[in-house]
């Protein structure tokens, strides 16, 4: 392949895969070297990315499938549900694409997701690669094989774990991502810190302004850094038992926001950049941190453009969706908490203390 | 466990399970022994089951969880769709259900698919155990971890595979099967003679009065023997890459019929019965196999209350609906013919082969 890029390779025994970090990847060809040839090949993308990229990507294509197709999603978190996962049904059965049809997913964390989730399901599985084109999606999606739609009753909650082919993160997406996008993907960068590596939120607080700046090579090693300790702790939990549910930190408060405020008001990332202020308050409360943590972490998320306080929203509908988590078990909530800097753990959490730490950061 | 039962172990690594065959063990709570306890234990049925056997099944779980509740779908293969698998979503979302939640599903094929794909996909992943109560449900759907909805363009095109903790195969269930129904297990039953075992064929012959009047012994060995094939072909091959294809031998002929009559028209099995001897005849028609094996196929099939001729529909739109199976490759029609009695192999067929079979057979 020509051009500098980086390499991870993902290890799941039969289902390992790599991911590609570099700039213009989506338009090299050489890029998808090794992966399967078939007659039909679908690229999943939204009406904001397909203008930008597609036609790049079609070419990049255009010598691996007989046939290569979009199918053009409505942009947003509002449309990540079934109606819209049907659109690409739809499309495949009316071009009859056998299950030998590769999807490629072009797009943010959405339609990575989606496209994920309908590659898992079509025909009970279609091979697909991740092309995501958000810091967010490159991050977050680029590991752990979890795909899914909303319900209108909670986030995520149908879905599969299916592992991509390849991941494409191409750093040049990055520069037409609006600045609440940066921030928001930034917010599952800094996420890694205080879960799993000190060291490295000590290099984020000192490299933020050149992250804030897109800086390619800033950049392509916030992601490099990311997916490597998420590919770590994946390894281990596949299909989230346990340790991986580390991942989730500051995502129970987060996901509450999101479906209390209705989706795609906040930003996922935004959302969880607050559940992170929360759960760090949370384990202080805890007493498994103290303040100068605490202080530390608010900071960084407010640098990063983040909010670290509540919407206007009562602490009564945050609870009950906090209910419907999926790591809620038995009734009894369950909060991921920074036992010391850099570990982190699984918790079940008085609810009192929960309503403590809402009540100190309602907006 | 009380009362005499068989059982059948299902060797797939970390995903093994049991298959166990007898009479009243929906009753028994020690066959619900090993599996997992919690909070939810919820019963997806249909309207047809759910009186005969749900109180039945609710005492034997009593035990087991907090809360039993039922979800009951309305019967019928027009309902294996969204909106009714939604049906199943909103519920476990309503009661707060988390990812411990065991699913049963009471009922046909239907149900297990249903029910199955559900949980494959509810939070990514919950338990569930299958309790078949139709003779085709018993041998076909209690091995291979196949779940799936239909979609308007084709039937079982979403879908997962994705393996139960348990079967439980309760013979009296089959006592208020309806004959048309009884009769349409038998066709997946006959399914296993010509595809891998000549003395089972053999043995079917000998035993059809006693397997049409449901004496128990009779129902017992042949749902054995049939999941006993079936699971040494998906051993071997549990994600359908090559082999397991054979499983589907009358079923493209079959799908296509469902498919243009409507779904509900014809049971699944009737058409599969019709499917079986035009793949025989498309066997034949390839000089894989002689007249005799043709007119004795036909003959059982006739025998077991199955069709053996199309019903009055046009060729056209049955070449259309095969066109989109998930055996079709690169647009070339392929099918499972019977390559000598007892062996079954996948073979690209020419269209023109195709409609001679439809035209031989036509209403």
Excluded at 49 to 60: D, K, Q, S, T, W
Excluded at 263 to 292: F, K, N, P, T
Excluded at 305 to 322: D, K, Q, S
């Amino acid at each position: 392949m020509t051009g500098p890029h980086d390499s991870l390779r993902i290890d799941l025994g039969e289902r390992s895969y790599d991911i590609l970090i570099g700039r213009g990847l989506l338009g090299r060809a050489e890029a998808f070297d090794g992966l399967p040839r078939s007659r039909h090949g679908i690229v999943v993308t939204n009406d904001t990315v397909a203008p930008l990229y597609g036609e790049h990507l079609a070419r990049a294509l255009a010598a691996r499938h007989e046939r290569v197709e979009q199918v053009v999603l409505p942009d947003g978190e509002a449309h990540k549900d079934w109606p819209t996962l049907n659109r690409i049904f739809d499309h495949l059965l009316a071009e009859a694409c056998d299950r030998k049809t590769v999807l490629y997913a072009l797009g943010g964390g959405v339609v990575g997701d989606m496209t994920g989730f309908a590659a898992a399901c079509y025909m009970r599985g279609v091979p697909f690669v991740q092309l995501p084109t958000t810091l967010l999606a490159q991050v977050d999606s680029s590991v752990g094989g979890k795909t899914a739609i909303n319900h209108p009753a909670g986030k995520n909650m149908i879905g599969a774990f299916y592992q991509p082919l390849r991941v494409l993160a191409d750093l040049d997406t990055l520069a037409t991502l609006p600045p609440r996008e940066l921030s928001a993907g930034l917010a599952e960068v800094i996420k890694y810190g205080p879960i799993a590596d000190e060291a490295f939120l000590g290099w984020i607080e000192a490299n933020l302004d050149a992250l804030m700046q897109r800086e390619p090579e800033a950049l392509a090693r916030a992601i490099r850094r990311s997916c490597e300790i998420k590919a770590w702790v994946v390894g281990q939990d596949e299909r989230e038992a346990g340790l991986r549910a580390i991942l989730n930190f500051g995502h129970t408060f987060g996901h509450a926001i999101e479906a209390v405020l209705g989706y795609g008001q906040w930003l996922h990332g935004e959302a969880v950049g607050c559940g992170m202020v929360l759960a760090i308050e949370l384990s202080a409360r805890l007493g498994l941190v103290g303040d100068a943590e605490v202080r530390r972490l608010t900071r960084l998320v407010e640098r990063a453009g983040l909010p670290t306080r509540l919407p206007p929203v009562a602490p009564e509908p945050l609870i009950e969706a906090m209910r419907v988590d999926k790591k809620t078990e038995d009734g009894q909530l369950r909060f991921v908490v920074v036992e010391a800097p850099g570990r982190a753990g699984l918790r079940a959490v008085d609810e009192g203390l929960v309503r403590e730490v809402l009540a100190a950061h309602a907006a």
